[in-house]
């Protein structure tokens, strides 16, 4: 028991430290913050979204460029109130809610012992709970200057409906056959009940997603399919092989469109969470669709001469949960014997900031030659020129922001051009040629 406190405090101070690097750094900042701040909203600062936007790039790659059979695709946030409707959102997307009226504070009953619910005992204060209510977690607004029901309109809490609605303009304007599929990033809005652990669950986040159409009797091969090219996905991006794994969704579990699905999960501080989804969702959300908008949405197969409507694998990804993933998989304390240094081991591909130039001093033409090589990468990599403080100190800085490479101008420089190249997880050091950084790099930043 003792050991296993000492582990949580470990855990817990893991994200605190994380939570503070994330602000001292400019990776993440509390939204609106010099006004208390909002909950469950962030802002990424300049190397956060540095980050996040090399996560979409990594994921943007692996799931459209790399392949002959995905198309992308940005559709709009706010969609026709219908929508909601045909995908069972309005009727289906909400969470138990149950409140303590002693302490007044807020749960998903699915989230709490059964115990504290049979009791109707609230899990922090054991005071009275409420019966459970459904609460819908869309966000409404009005579509025009009209305040009234007839004038709603919801901050989509997923991407895929916008993919759904677009399935036949995609195929008709690509010349696309099935199987195939449509990506997407984007914003997507949740009232959720408890959000909470940073950016793991927040009310604004980011999705990754891809629907993929297939015809009907070979979805469970490409589901098969998917989920193992997903799961390889982050390890491509550097998440240890530990620290991932499969979650099988049991029929208590499956939601209202799902024929199978599976989660990604990693091991987060806080616990074993979801990553992403992968589901097998069978024809219901183009059957839906059709049925709502009056519109033939079925597809004719050329090879087997026959129409049908596409079943429809996902893969659903949260950009916010991997980059704090990300983040927590990086993230080391080492002892160097003379200190502890705070190192982020980040993917090269991922990193923030790519290389920093350091003139080793502020003399003997060190700066000159260390702004030219440094304006030399700049157009090609997200490089940083660092002149102020010592050599060690600056190089400490790089490591807790996960900069691969910091290539050092000194005295042996001046007389044969080569610069030290300094390796951010071994701290070891070698020699180039000045003239060869540029495609150093290039070949060590790649995905
Ligand atoms: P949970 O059970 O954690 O609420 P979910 O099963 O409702 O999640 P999905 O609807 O499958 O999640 O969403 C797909 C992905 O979007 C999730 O795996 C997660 O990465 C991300 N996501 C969902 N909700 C949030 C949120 N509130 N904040 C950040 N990311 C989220």
Known sequence: MAKKNAETSQQTQIMDKLVSLCKRRGFI????????????????????????????????????????????????????????????????FTDPLVDCKSCKLRFRADQIPEENLKLKKCPECGGELTEPRKFNLMFKT??????????????????????????????????????????????????????????????????MEMQFFVRPGTDMEWFEIWKEE????????????????F???????????????????????????????????????????????????????????????PYIIETSAGCDRTLLAVLVNAYDEEDTGKEIRTVLRLHPFLAPIKAAVLPLVNRENMPEIAWE???????????????SGSIGRRYRRQDEIGTPFCFTVDSQTLQDGTVTVRDRDTMKQERIHKSEVLDFLKEKIKF
């Open 29 to 92: 900042f509390q939204s609106s913050e010099i006004y208390g701040g909002i909950n469950a909203c962030w802002d990424y600062g300049p190397l956060g979204v540095e980050l996040k936007n090399n996560i979409k790039q990594a994921w943007w790659r692996a799931m459209v460029y790399e392949r002959d059979d995905i198309e992308g695709l940005d559709a709009s946030v706010l969609m026709h109130p219908k929508v909601w409707e045909a995908s069972g959102h309005v009727e289906n």
């Open 373 to 387: 090589i440094y304006k030399s990468l700049k157009p090609h990599f997200k490089v940083f020129y660092d002149d």
């Open 142 to 207: 009005f579509m025009g200057p009209v305040e009234d029901e007839a004038h709603i309109v919801y901050l989509r809490p997923e991407t895929a409906q916008g993919i759904y609605v677009n399935f036949e303009n995609v195929y008709v304007s690509m010349r696309r056959k099935i199987p195939f599929g449509i990506a997407q990033i984007g914003k997507a809005f949740r009232n959720e009940i408890t959000p909470g652990n940073f950016i793991f669950r927040m009310r604004e986040f980011e999705q």
């Open 230 to 245: 997903r799961y390889k996905w982050y390890l491509r991006i550097g998440i240890k092989p530990e620290k991932l794994r």
């Open 247 to 309: 979650h099988k969704h049991g029929p208590d579990e499956l939601a209202h469109y799902a024929s199978a699905a599976y989660d990604i999960q990693f091991e987060f501080p806080f616990g074993w969470q979801e990553l992403e989804g992968i589901h097998n969702r069978t024809d219901y959300d183009l059957s839906r669709h059709q049925q709502y908008s009056g519109k033939d949405l079925s597809y004719y197969d050329d090879e087997i001469k026959q129409k049908y409507i």
